[in-house]
């Protein structure tokens, strides 16, 4: 079968009707098993990643965008608007210029990943960036939309969750069931809250009988949802989870409490040794903002809160190339000599 999209793929699951798809072809990313990684960490259990980089622009983002922008195009929207902390602009620029829409990102000024920001350039959004968070992004884009009727792609805007839960359904599909327990970077809390619909639509749909235990990871210094009240100024190296009021904080609570799962937080330490441990133990390249979910599946397992002979899902949410100067900065630099074999041969230590 050649792969049609999540919109056509999951058609009867999803609101769109007979509208026609904006895809391209986002959606069955794969399901790797990290059997070295499960032994690094120390957990009994079988891991699994789910590579949402292998998605179009490289992020999860693209299985909403394909829903939103579908139905954007369907309703006759000219225009669609976003804030982003990069990988939603950079879905959003992409999806718009496949549907023929215009589209407006806003934008933290400096602090996002330059491959995301050259998506969005190239894929001709047009990008404002302000001297503010993403948190005052989101605001604006509100405003803008109230007051001249764009289309918000954010994941306020529904069909974006919608779009998200398929992977959650993907997971089922390919494991015969689902995990028993799920591990996702928490930023706009919009992800985790998608996945839990999806595991929710499967059972009642009678695909599946069991849930799993959603287990989310924010930053430390931007964990909201951990302290119990907004973060005024959000600071993390993982600029993508950078966000200090999230819009689907409530959504993403009841995630955590209806599956008996768990919200913490994790240290920009923990999450650059996993953005290293992963990389380096698997060949498995993601963002610092998706290894939060291997600091956290790392911390679960310190406090032996993974039960033995589990299975368990971590979603790696985007590319590592999207933000190259991370890795070059956490590790060795190359070290350069002479064109000379004798040299080479010298630094090589053979
Ligand atoms: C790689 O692009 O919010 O909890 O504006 O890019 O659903 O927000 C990105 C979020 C995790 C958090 N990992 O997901 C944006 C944006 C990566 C991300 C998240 C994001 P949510």
């Known amino acids: 079968?050649?792969?049609?999209?999540?919109?056509?793929?999951?058609?009867?699951?999803?609101?769109?009707?007979?509208?026609?798809?904006?895809?391209?072809?986002?959606?069955?990313?794969?399901?790797?098993?990290?059997?070295?990684?499960?032994?690094?960490?120390?957990?009994?259990?079988?891991?699994?990643?789910?590579?949402?980089?292998?998605?179009?622009?490289?992020?999860?983002?693209?299985?909403?965008?394909?829903?939103?922008?579908?139905?954007?195009?369907?309703?006759?929207?000219?225009?669609?608007?976003?804030?982003?902390?990069?990988?939603?602009?950079?879905?959003?620029?992409?999806?718009?210029?496949?549907?023929?829409?215009?589209?407006?990102?806003?934008?933290?000024?400096?602090?996002?990943?330059?491959?995301?920001?050259?998506?969005?350039?190239?894929?001709?959004?047009?990008?404002?960036?302000?001297?503010?968070?993403?948190?005052?992004a989101l605001r604006i884009v509100r405003a803008v939309a109230e007051q001249r009727?764009?289309?918000?792609?954010?994941?306020?805007?529904?069909?974006?969750?919608?779009?998200?839960?398929?992977?959650?359904?993907?997971?089922?599909?390919?494991?015969?069931?689902?995990?028993?327990?799920?591990?996702l970077p928490v930023g706009n809390a919009g992800n985790i809250s998608a996945y839990w619909m999806g595991y929710k639509e499967y059972r009642d749909a009678g695909v599946i009988s069991e849930l799993p235990k959603m287990m989310g990871f924010q930053a430390e210094g931007a964990a909201p949802i951990v302290h119990g009240h907004p973060i005024e100024d959000p600071e993390t190296l993982a600029t993508a989870i950078r966000i200090g009021n999230p819009v689907g904080w409530k959504t993403a609570e009841a995630a955590r409490d209806e599956s008996g799962g768990t919200i913490e937080m994790v240290t920009d330490g923990q999450i650059i040794d996993a953005y290293k441990l992963l990389a380096s133990t698997e060949g498995i390249f993601a963002e610092p903002a998706s290894a939060a979910t291997i600091a956290g599946l790392r911390s679960l397992a310190r406090a032996d809160a993974i039960e033995a002979k589990t299975v368990v899902v971590c979603t790696l949410t985007g590319h590592g190339l999207k933000d190259p100067s991370n890795a070059i900065e956490v590790c060795a630099e190359p070290c350069r000599v002479p064109a000379d074999l004798d040299a080479v041969l010298e630094v090589m230590g053979l």
């Open 1 to 136: 079968m050649r792969w049609p999209g999540v919109v056509e793929y999951y058609r009867d699951h999803l609101p769109v009707g007979d509208a026609e798809a904006v895809t391209l072809l986002e959606g069955n990313t794969p399901l790797i098993e990290a059997p070295r990684l499960a032994r690094k960490i120390g957990i009994d259990a079988r891991l699994f990643l789910k590579y949402e980089a292998m998605n179009p622009t490289s992020s999860f983002k693209d299985r909403g965008m394909t829903v939103a922008m579908t139905m954007a195009r369907a309703e006759g929207a000219s225009a669609v608007i976003c804030a982003s902390t990069g990988n939603t602009s950079a879905s959003a620029a992409a999806y718009a210029a496949r549907a023929g829409l215009k589209s407006f990102v806003i934008i933290p000024h400096g602090k996002i990943a330059i491959g995301k920001l050259s998506q969005a350039v190239m894929h001709g959004a047009q990008v404002v960036e302000i001297d503010g968070n993403f948190d005052d």
């Open 149 to 183: 009727g764009v289309t918000v792609v954010n994941s306020t805007n529904p069909y974006r969750l919608q779009g998200q839960k398929t992977a959650s359904f993907e997971i089922c599909d390919a494991l015969g069931g689902p995990p028993d327990y799920h591990v």
